[in-house]
């Protein structure tokens, strides 16, 4: 089976960059890879150089009215009534995808959760369909979250190989995965690891090892203006900087090495 990946941390401190660079490290080496954004306001697509020709027709799952009533039989925004809890989703990463030779592109959306975890129709294709990814699809999943750890639940988190936190050098974004991390903890994700982005000098690695020394640190990538123009030339970091998919496939090897032998290198 394929790694699952799942990437959270505070917004804005480079979650969907990281989830980029992986997945164009894992493609180039000939992986097949599903690469699922979670953002109510997506990105990935572009992050991945994914044309605006090419995600024209995508939308994101949440938002399909249509599939989610005829997979749930539920009917199209009305609430409550009945509805199938265990929808059929095993064909949408190969339909509802926009695809990159071997790099695929799914559009979550946001899942509308009540306070007293109401399930609707909408929710539950999603959760059914992120279980699916993680426990029956073979390739390497990388799930880039979006503010916590939502679309997980128990019994799916397990699944999830690692969790990369990551974080700018700052407290605030810290303070994030420290959230992060008791929820991901709570809900049984085995390895926790972390991230450093937007370093600007020695002294940020040492914020990390300093501030977060209970964390494994598996990488630090350095504050880089190849990524600005990555967006607005729409064409992935990956291809635009070495230094940063050399430290990407560093990244790779520790996450490795901490699947081989349960414990991790500090960097
Ligand atoms: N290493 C980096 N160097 C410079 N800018 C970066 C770096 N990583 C991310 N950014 C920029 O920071 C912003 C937020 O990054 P993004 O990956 O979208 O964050 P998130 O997905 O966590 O909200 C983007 O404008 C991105 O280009
Ligand atoms: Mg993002």
């Given amino acids: ?22 997945a164009c490290h894992y493609a180039r080496q ?20 994914f044309s605006e020709a ?15 009533a005829e997979r749930t039989g539920s009917t199209p925004g009305h609430s409550g009534g009945f509805f199938r809890l265990n929808p059929r989703v095993s064909d949408i990463p190969e339909r509802f995808t926009a695809r990159q030779d071997n790099l ?20 539950t294709l999603l959760k059914r369909l992120v279980r699916h990814t993680l426990l029956e699809r073979d390739e390497v999943v990388l799930l880039d979250l ?12 397990e699944a999830v190989d690692v969790m990369l936190a990551v974080a700018e050098p700052t407290y605030r974004s810290l303070r994030t ?3 992060v991390q008791a929820l991901a903890r709570d809900l049984g994700i085995p390895r926790i690891l972390l991230v450093g982005n937007k370093l600007a000098g020695p002294e940020d690695r040492a914020f990390f090892q300093n501030e977060a020394a ?5 990488g630090c990538l350095e504050q880089s203006p190849a990524a600005r123009e990555a967006d607005r030339s729409s064409t992935p970091l990956y291809g635009l900087s070495a230094l940063l998919a ?10 490795d090495q901490a699947m081989a032998q349960g414990s991790v290198r500090h960097v």
């Fill in 1 to 22: 089976m394929g790694l699952k990946i799942a990437i959270s941390g505070k917004g804005g401190v480079g979650k969907t960059t990281l989830t980029s660079l992986l």
């Fill in 30 to 49: 000939g992986q097949p890879v599903l690469a699922i954004d979670a953002d109510p306001s997506p990105c990935l697509g572009p992050a991945l150089g």
């Fill in 214 to 218: 209970d964390l494994p640190l598996i």
């Fill in 104 to 123: 695929r592109l799914l559009l979550l959306g946001a899942v509308q959760e009540g306070g007293s975890g109401c399930i609707c129709p909408a929710s």
């Fill in 246 to 255: 050399g430290e990407t496939a560093r990244i790779a090897a520790a996450i």
């Fill in 177 to 179: 995965v420290r959230q």
């Fill in 146 to 157: 979006y503010a916590g750890v939502e679309h997980l639940g128990r019994g799916t988190a």
């Fill in 54 to 68: 090419q995600l024209i027709d995508l939308l994101p799952i949440s938002e399909m009215g249509e599939l989610i």
